[in-house]
Each structure stands twice: as C-alpha cells, then as structure tokens.
C-alpha cells in the first residue's frame, strides 16, 4: 500500500536559519504529492503541492520538488520566521487509481526569536 | 466561501454511548472525506463520499461507525457504542474534484475533538 515517511520532529530552529524536513513516499503509479501546514489551533491547509516529476510547488517562501527517481518531496525555506511555527504534513494521492490521500505523521516545527 | 464547518468542536461522552457530527463543506465542492486523527499523528483515512454516494470506505471504520451524505451537502458521521479507543480528533475535508491524481486540493474543517470516558 501507499506509505509516506518524514523525520521525526520536533525540528527547533532560531529565526532565519535554514529549513529542510525530510518526506519520501511508496506508491503505485505517478501520485501528486502535498504539503499541509497545521497552525495552532486551526485545521490543516494547504501549503503547496506538485501534480508530476519535477514539479516545483512554492509558497510563502516555502519550496519542494517533486523527485521520483528518490521518492521524495522534501520542504525547504531558506530563512524561517517565529510565524511558521507548526505541524508539517507530508501527503500523497491519486495512486493506483485512488482518491484516498495517505498522509505523513507529521513534523513539528519550533522557531525561536 | 465560508470554508469547511464542524459541530460540535469538542463532545465528552461516556462509554456506550452513540455519538453525531456534522460536517458542511464549501458549498460548490463534490467531494467530502472523513479522518480520524490522534496525537503525534497525520490523518488517518476513514470514507469519502462524491456527491451522496459513499465511494470507499477504510477498514478503521468499523460497523459501529457510520457516515451519510444526503442530497450531496452536509455530512454526519455516527459512532455507536463508542470505546475509548474512538477518542480522537475527527476531521471533515471537501474538495472540488474531476479526476484521480489531478492534484485536488482538500480543505479541512477544525475538527471535532471526542473524549470518551
């Protein structure tokens, strides 16, 4: 079946210091791949995501490429903020035929000032 | 767009007891998924619907949970005879879909957070 995997957290980071988390996936077919983003006390939403090989998704400054010959969706940002302070979820779907998503466990996120 | 509503946000119950939520997706949106998600965790899967008709179903969802869709609007979710191991965040997402692996965005509600006691 579909799996997605991303490092453990929590990832501590100090303003403006570099962000990667790590997300790699098992899958049939060509799946599209997500990013979610879960502030404090809101729901999931959308952060960026990739449809097909070599896709590039951006926003608010937070990139990943979508890299099937690793199997891998990891998120970067060159310079965090006290605000992106959240849980990080990796997810995929569309594989095999199926509309069910699979998501990471997700990673948190902890910038300090 | 109102986004994606859920009521209640939070229910205690006793063990043994059935329990309802409801979820009112954004209105234009076909498609609503179910998921269960518990702390230190992503969401897991638990059915989804297009329009009123309930496509897929995960082998969590055990015959004590039920969910309908009528008329393709909101949603309910029932769980009767509930155990503590049903405590969990219980989370409703819709989207706008047209084909499989189209990149469709979901967009989740709050949750409805369900301690059982």
């Known amino acids: 079946g579909n799996s997605v995997t991303q490092m453990e957290g929590p990832v501590t980071l100090s303003e403006e210091a570099f962000l990667t988390i790590n997300c790699t996936y098992t899958a049939t077919g060509y799946p599209s791949l997500f990013w979610y983003v879960q502030y404090p006390g809101e729901g999931l939403q959308l952060l960026l995501k990739?449809?097909?090989?070599?896709d590039k998704g951006s926003n608010k400054g937070f990139e990943a490429t979508y890299r099937k010959e690793t199997t891998s969706f990891h998120l970067e940002k060159g310079s965090v903020q006290v605000s992106d302070s959240a849980v990080y979820f990796c997810?995929?779907?569309?594989?095999?035929?199926?509309?069910?998503?699979?998501f990471g466990r997700g990673t948190s996120l902890i910038v300090h000032p | 767009d109102t986004g994606v509503s859920q009521d209640p946000r939070h229910k205690i119950t006793k063990r043994g007891q059935n329990v309802t939520f409801r979820c009112d997706p954004i209105s234009e949106h076909n498609r609503l998924y179910w998921y269960r998600q518990t702390l230190g965790q992503g969401p897991e899967f638990l059915t989804y619907f297009q329009n009123e008709a309930q496509l897929e179903k995960s082998r969590l969802l055990s015959d004590r949970f039920s969910a309908e869709r009528p008329k393709g609007s909101f949603s309910t979710l029932e769980i009767q005879r509930t155990e503590q191991g049903d405590s969990a965040m219980y989370l409703c997402a819709s989207s706008l879909g047209s084909q499989v692996g189209a990149g469709e965005t979901q967009y989740f509600g709050p949750g409805t957070r369900l301690l059982v006691l």
């Open positions: 997810a995929l779907s569309g594989s095999g035929g199926s509309y069910i998503p699979t």
């Open positions: 990739a449809t097909k090989a070599d």
